[in-house]
C-alpha cells in the first residue's frame, strides 16, 4: 500500500511560477520513476515530467524550459518547479509513483494559470 498526498497547486498568472509537492508513504521498498501526469477536460492525460531514482529526467515538450522535475530520496519526494506558466498549462496534476512493475498515482490537485 502506497499513499502520495500533493500539495501546492492553485491559481497563478500567467508568467508566474508555481511548486509542487508529493510525499509518499506505505510500503515504499524499491521505488523507481517518481514524476507528474497532467489532464484537462478533453485532453489525454499526459506526461509532464519523471525522474528516475539516479536523477534522470524526461519532460514533454510543451513544458521543457520551463518546468523542473526533482526527487528526494531521503524524504520520498518529488517536486515540480513550474515557471512561466501560460494557461495551457491549467489541468490537474497527478503525482505517480512506479515499484515493483506496479504505478501508483495522487489524488490529483488543480494548477489554474489565469489572468
Known amino acids: 500500500q502506497v499513499q502520495l498526498v500533493e500539495s501546492g497547486g492553485g491559481l497563478v498568472q500567467p508568467g508566474g511560477s508555481l511548486r509542487l509537492s508529493c510525499a509518499a508513504s506505505?510500503?515504499?521498498?524499491?521505488?523507481?520513476?517518481m514524476g507528474w501526469y497532467r489532464q484537462t477536460p478533453g485532453k489525454q492525460r499526459e506526461l509532464v515530467a519523471h525522474?528516475?531514482?539516479?536523477?534522470?529526467?524526461n519532460y514533454a515538450d510543451s513544458v521543457k524550459g520551463r518546468f523542473t522535475v526533482s526527487r528526494d530520496n531521503a524524504k520520498v519526494t518529488v517536486y515540480l518547479q513550474m515557471n512561466s506558466l501560460k494557461p495551457e498549462d491549467t489541468a490537474v496534476y497527478y503525482c505517480?509513483?512506479?515499484?515493483?512493475?506496479?504505478?501508483?498515482w495522487g489524488q490529483g490537485t488543480q494548477v489554474t494559470v489565469s489572468s
Open positions: 505517480i509513483l512506479d515499484q515493483r512493475g506496479r504505478r501508483y
Open positions: 506505505g510500503s515504499i521498498f524499491s521505488i523507481n520513476t
Open positions: 525522474i528516475t531514482r539516479g536523477g534522470s529526467t
